[in-house]
């Protein structure tokens, strides 16, 4: 097909549809897209595309936008909407073809999903064929294309198999994970949609498409956790009914509940590529899932490398702040910004001295902590230092962090090298704003699996404290043109108070008395008692209380030390004792489940203990808010142990 006229195109912001979109820009394409709400459409496409208002349920609409249009992509569905979506579908196949034909619309090329045209298919697929038969109807050359699993970052079948992946250790696996399926990289469905619009026509043309191989969504489960390096347990059952599945889905994946309930009902079909017309009609040969599955998540990683935060989250600049941050696929991102005082030149040398012997600008106590922790685990700490005290270059070292990138004069983009239940970066950019500049600080982290989110929502609040601090002291730091450490002893809470000469003898205490409770648990090991005992499948595996009850134990001490520090024990007495009752009861618990084996007295004792917990948290409040959110993640970690504990004494009686 030559080049004059105009191609529509439907769904471009959908997901198919706005990968298309660039393509058919930079093969030449004069491309036009319809949109119920053009203004929403507009700032995001490429330059030159027209978008016009249109609705697919309102045929009237539908004329001036097909007007000189030679080809037309139909890639929307209604399996989102409320109430009747066959209805919906049907009705918009009508109207879509009806207008097509009527302004010389030379091709449709439509995209459905594969499944044989059986008497109990289900209303997704049985809708997705009729809407190609809809469109077939009146007499425009229809190319539909039929596709099963379609493999990519941010498809809906993707997503749910990598949250369901990532979020649960032990899976249900109900009959319809078992079915066959013929999945297809993102990429090669777009080269088909691509590859349509030359195609000679001498009517309409039905393709199956899909990739080399036929799998289950259990075997995609498998692969994909093969790759991210996740071990996982899959428990067959024998039936799950669509509707408790959607349920189910809905707690753990990004679906609508209504969404998944008509996806789950779809998968009972096998969905195989049947004929072979794609490779008779098409030179392309499609990927293979092991190879689909790594280009997503490499794909992920490159497009997420390139996002401008501050761009990306400028729409969501003034709404409320949400726990954990912000979901972009699999990756949460908390980012936050400040209008710095300074040009963009002082401000960006302020960023690039951050680290080694100048500092984190905020609480460098808790920044050595951690790089204490991560030792104990066996990573880098924080010793490493930087190679130069101004200046920084890829590849560069960074305490425990390495420079991945960085643009003069804009941006600094750091990568994790201490032990972590995932990939962590942080990200600096530097804007113009007025007659300042606008720093933004993003702090992304990639979780591996359950323990991944668990650390991630765990340190959330502490990662409050110590980011903002260390972006105020970054702005100072900039806006008064000296070294890092200016105001550094005024603004973190880990130095002042008491001189040198006590704090760290205090703190050393602290670590001695907390550790010394941990001593005392460590008299009663599991044994054989334990290992007998039924345990519930999220049960955590045994090496993981080591290095949580480490760093639990070290977050105690500090949080004590802090506020030790604001008067001593004559200003501090009544939140230190509490804090020591808690202790005590920390110290109780083990003997009592593992020594004397009663789990029932063991969760009455750990319920006490979560009060005492809670109101140590309390009192702390107005003396030390760090020493406060330091011991979130401990009574985080109680409560679950509580929960267990719970459990095991129930299924044990």
Not at 155 to 162: A, N
Not at 199 to 206: A, I, P, Q
Request: aromatic share 10%; with cysteine.
């Amino acid at each position: 097909m030559e080049m004059p006229g105009h191609i529509l195109l439907t769904g471009a912001t959908g997901y198919v549809g706005g990968r298309l979109l660039p393509l058919l820009v930079a093969d030449g394409w004069r491309v036009r897209c319809l949109a119920r709400q053009p203004e929403h459409l507009s700032p995001r496409v490429p330059a030159g595309v027209e978008v016009v208002p249109g609705d697919l349920l309102d045929a009237a609409s539908l004329s001036a936008a097909m007007q000189g249009v030679e080809a037309a992509f139909y890639l929307v569905h209604s399996m989102g909407a409320k109430g009747d979506f066959e209805t919906q579908d049907r009705q918009a196949a009508e109207n879509f073809a009806a207008a097509a034909r009527a302004a010389g619309v030379q091709r449709i090329i439509y995209l459905g999903g594969s499944g044989e045209d059986e008497p109990d298919l289900s209303a997704h697929l049985r809708s997705r064929h009729e809407v190609g038969e809809r469109l077939r109807a009146h007499g425009v050359p229809v190319i539909e294309f039929r596709a099963s699993i379609i493999i990519g970052s941010g498809s809906l079948s993707y997503e749910m198999i990598r949250a369901l992946v990532e979020r649960l250790p032990v899976m249900v696996m109900p009959r319809w994970v078992r079915v066959t399926a013929q999945p297809i990289a993102i990429g090669d469905v777009l080269a088909y949609l691509r590859a349509a619009l030359s195609l000679k026509l001498d009517g309409s043309v039905m393709v199956e498409i899909g990739g080399p191989d036929q799998v289950s969504y259990g075997e995609l489960m498998r692969e994909y956790a093969r790759q991210r390096g996740l071990r996982r347990w899959m428990i067959p059952v024998p039936l799950l009914t669509p509707r408790l599945s959607s349920l189910w889905l809905g707690l753990v994946t990004p679906l609508y509940a209504r969404v998944g309930r008509k996806l789950v009902d779809s998968l009972r079909h096998p969905t195989v590529v049947r004929d072979d017309s794609a490779q008779r009609l098409f030179p392309i040969t499609p990927i293979g899932v092991r190879e689909a599955i790594a280009r997503a998540l490499r794909n992920e990683d490159s497009s997420f490398a390139q996002t401008r935060w501050s761009d990306a989250l400028s729409a969501a600049m003034n709404a409320p702040r949400h726990w954990g941050g912000t979901r972009f696929g699999n990756r949460l991102v908390d980012s936050r910004s400040a209008h710095v005082a300074a040009s963009p030149v002082k401000v960006f040398a302020a960023v690039e001295r951050i680290g080694g012997a100048a500092g984190w600008h905020y609480a460098n106590g808790l920044w050595t902590l951690r790089g204490w922790l991560d030792l104990l685990l066996g990573g880098v700490g924080m010793r490493r230092g930087r190679r130069d005290p101004e200046r920084l270059r890829v590849g560069d070292t960074l305490d425990c962090w390495r420079v991945e990138s960085i643009q003069p004069g804009q941006r600094l983009r750091l990568a994790a090298e201490m032990n972590l239940p995932g990939r962590a970066w942080l990200e600096f950019e530097v804007l113009p704003d007025g007659n300042g500049t606008r720093l933004r600080q993003t702090a992304m982290f990639d979780p591996l699996g359950l323990w991944g989110l668990a650390y991630w929502y765990g340190v959330w609040p502490l990662h409050q404290l110590v980011f903002a601090g260390m972006l105020r002291g970054l702005a100072q730091a900039a806006e008064k043109g000296l070294p890092n450490t200016t105001n550094s002893e005024m603004k973190d809470p880990t130095k002042r108070c008491h001189p040198i000469g006590r704090r760290l003898p205090a703190l050393v205490g602290w670590m001695l008395l907390c550790f010394a409770a941990a001593a005392m648990g460590a008299l009663f090991m599991p044994g054989e008692w334990y290992v007998t005992l039924k345990k519930p499948s999220w049960n955590p595996p045994g090496w993981i209380f080591g290095p949580v009850w480490t760093a639990l134990y070290t977050m105690m001490a500090l949080a004590a030390w802090l506020v030790w520090r604001q008067g001593g024990w004559d200003k501090q007495r009544k939140p230190l004792l509490l804090f020591l009752v808690q202790l005590a009861l920390n110290a109780l618990w083990t003997p009592l489940f593992f020594g004397w084996h009663r789990p029932g007295v063991a969760f009455a004792e750990i319920v006490l203990l979560w009060l005492a917990i809670a109101a140590t948290i309390a009192v702390f409040r107005p003396v030390s808010r760090t020493a406060m959110l330091v011991l979130v993640p401990y009574l985080a970690w109680v409560s679950f142990a509580a929960a267990l504990n719970f459990t095991l004494w129930r299924l044990n009686p």
